[in-house]
């Protein structure tokens, strides 16, 4: 069964640091791995989605990195907004469903 | 429609209650998704339908809860005999096609709070 752990689970940080989120998955036979951004009360924002057959992605200020073989995955955020503090998600796509960690918290002070 | 809809955004109601949610994908988006978010924790996977078809539907905890897409549009998760853990809020999500290279999109939630 796929399971996805988030370290760290919340992570407080001063405005303009750059930050790395970890994803780790136990089964790594994945169609793809998506990052995900939750704002308190809303639903989830697709932030990145790396497939299978590739490395990183990267969207603005993001970076996301996918080593399959290790069952690993990291979100890089370059030098943090405010706007930043959210809740961000890992989730692993099996073919059907996609598999989700409990998220890390971010909290960017100014 | 432009994005996920889902209806009612909130809903209270008495254990051993019916409850109904419902879910209205991107127009076109073939597969749609049911998942149960609880404080603190990620999305947990319900049931995934391709067209009217229920595909997957290996996250439905037990017989009380059920979800139908009669014409492959609008779905409707029912839960029967509500219980004070079924509360939580309840996302459904849609994509193009049911294939895992595509990204979903997410609606809002339901939040369900069982007294």
């Known amino acids: 069964k796929q399971e996805v752990t988030q370290i760290p689970a919340a992570l407080s940080v001063p405005e303009g640091e750059n930050l790395v989120l970890n994803c780790s998955f136990t089964d790594s036979a994945i169609y793809n791995l998506q990052w995900f951004r939750q704002d308190p009360g809303k639903g989830l924002t697709s932030l990145l989605l790396i497939q299978s057959s590739q490395r990183e992605q990267t969207s603005g200020r993001l970076n996301a990195s996918l080593d399959k073989s290790s069952g690993r995955s990291t979100l890089y955020i370059a030098a943090s907004q405010p706007g930043d503090s959210a809740t961000y998600l890992c989730a692993v796509g099996t073919g059907t469903a996609l598999i989700f960690g409990k998220g890390t918290t971010l909290s960017v002070s100014s | 429609g432009a994005g996920v809809s889902q209806t009612p955004s909130n809903k209270v109601t008495e254990k051993g209650k019916y409850v109904e949610l419902r879910c209205d994908p991107i127009?076109?988006?073939?597969?749609l998704y049911w998942y149960r978010q609880s404080l603190g924790q990620g999305p947990e996977f319900l049931i995934y339908f391709q067209g009217t078809g229920a595909a997957d539907d290996s996250g439905l905890p037990n017989d009380r809860f059920f979800a139908v897409r009669p014409e492959g549009s609008v779905s409707t998760l029912k839960i029967q005999r509500t219980e004070r853990g079924d509360s939580a809020v309840y996302l459904c999500a849609s994509s193009p096609d049911g294939f895992g290279a595509n990204v979903l999109t997410f609606g809002a939630g339901s939040r369900l709070t069982v007294l």
């Open positions: 127009s076109g988006h073939t597969a």
